[in-house]
């Protein structure tokens, strides 16, 4: 198991706190080194927020322990494609990379639907997409499936 599945699988951990809150399940890790200085999950419906996304808790955590509004030396790593909301708050702490699992057609804003990156932003993370996307895909299906 590489570096990125191991972050990965926390940020699915992160994931299955949500679902078992009752959230979307969507998490996240932020890594600076080898150290997590990040984690965080969906509580859009427990904190009655619309922007208490994963990436937007994460970077919240990332950035108060760093003490910067900067986090260029980081990696967040998330289990759905960022929105455009989480892209743009992506841009803003200048984040060095993002990696993530399962892409989102209907809000993803680094490739998906829309790509905020093409533009001509200050600041362009580095992007992998794809790792353990099935892991992540499964957690989604299975907790809109038992909504339904």
Not at 46 to 68: D, K, P, Y
Not at 117 to 131: C, D, I, N, S
Request: charged share 25%.
């Amino acid at each position: 198991m590489n570096q990125d599945e191991i972050y990965m699988r926390m940020a699915l951990k992160e994931a299955e706190l949500a679902r078992d809150v009752g959230e979307v399940p969507v998490g996240a890790v932020i890594v600076r080194g080898d150290e997590v200085i990040a984690r965080a999950h969906n509580l859009r419906e427990t904190n009655r927020m619309a922007t208490a996304h994963a990436e937007i808790l994460a970077i919240e955590a990332a950035c108060r322990a760093v003490g910067s509004k900067h986090l260029l030396d980081c990696t967040l790593y998330v289990t759905l494609e960022p929105c455009p909301m989480c892209a743009g708050a992506l841009a803003g702490a200048r984040i060095g990379r993002v990696v993530f699992g399962a892409r989102d057609a209907r809000a993803g804003a680094c490739g998906s639907l829309l790509d905020l990156f093409a533009y001509p932003l200050e600041a362009r993370p580095e992007m992998k997409e794809g790792v353990l996307a099935e892991e992540a895909l499964t957690l989604l299906r299975d907790f809109f499936a038992k909504r339904r």
